[in-house]
């Protein structure tokens, strides 16, 4: 298959991205495939973003997952609500329409366009980015807890303690453990919190909806 006006125009444009540092004999061996990729009967596809070169660049990133045929599909600059749109766009209403599930973090702008594009689809926050949520909330505890502890002349316990709570029971060293085994015991917001997130990892091993709509 030749290299199409399209297909050159799109090189050129990877290549200012990248700052020439790649051919664009390469960039078009990459791109040649997805001139002839079929996007029909795609029905669950995952939406994800990475940082790329320095700074806060991204590239959005569209997989399918479905069991037949599992591969990147598009990907697209930034991680913008216009950036999603634009591979909706591309690939049509009909398609979009018969988008049973879609896996996704929860960057509001991507649920935005799902919402806007595939309202029939069931979204998926996968486990990942849930996680860190609580992590970021237990930090931000804890670091309130130890100003506030310092304020109060009280012994504070909380101090270096960011990854005893942070990282898994199973990854802690020895040492580490003997130490949050006397933290856990202590009531302070930062261990009801650590409680909280240990306890909501039992959602994961859930096999049934029904159980994990009535966890006991």
């Given at each position: 298959m030749g290299e199409t006006p399209e297909l050159k125009r799109d090189s050129r444009d990877i290549q200012v991205q990248l700052g020439q540092r790649i051919s664009s004999r390469a960039v078009c061996g990459c791109l040649r495939p997805l001139a002839s990729r079929d996007l029909e009967n795609v029905t669950e596809i995952e939406i994800d973003e990475i940082q790329v070169w320095s700074g806060r660049k991204y590239l959005t990133l569209v997989y399918q997952l479905d069991s037949y045929a599992k591969r990147l599909l598009w990907s697209g600059h930034e991680r913008k609500a216009k950036?999603?749109?634009?591979?909706?766009?591309?690939?049509?209403?009909?398609?979009?329409?018969?988008?049973?599930?879609?896996?996704?973090?929860?960057?509001?702008?991507?649920?935005?366009?799902?919402?806007?594009?595939?309202?029939?689809?069931?979204?998926?926050?996968?486990c990942f980015h849930i996680m860190k949520k609580f992590n970021d909330a237990?930090?931000?505890?804890?670091?309130?807890?130890v100003k506030k502890l310092k304020e109060e002349g009280a012994d504070n316990v909380l101090e270096k303690s960011c990854w005893l709570l942070l990282k898994s029971p199973e990854n802690l060293?020895?040492?580490?453990?003997?130490?949050?085994?006397?933290?856990?015991?202590i009531n302070l917001s930062s261990v009801k919190s650590y409680l909280m997130r240990e306890d909501f990892q039992r959602f994961w091993e859930y096999k049934y909806l029904v159980c994990a709509d009535n966890p006991t």
């Open positions: 950036t999603l749109l634009k591979f909706l766009n591309e690939l049509g209403k009909e398609r979009c329409l018969r988008i049973k599930l879609v896996c996704s973090d929860m960057w509001a702008p991507y649920l935005k366009m799902i919402a806007k594009k595939a309202p029939q689809a069931l979204n998926i926050l996968d237990i930090d931000q505890i804890r670091k309130e807890e060293t020895e040492k580490q453990t003997v130490r949050l085994s006397r933290i856990v015991k």
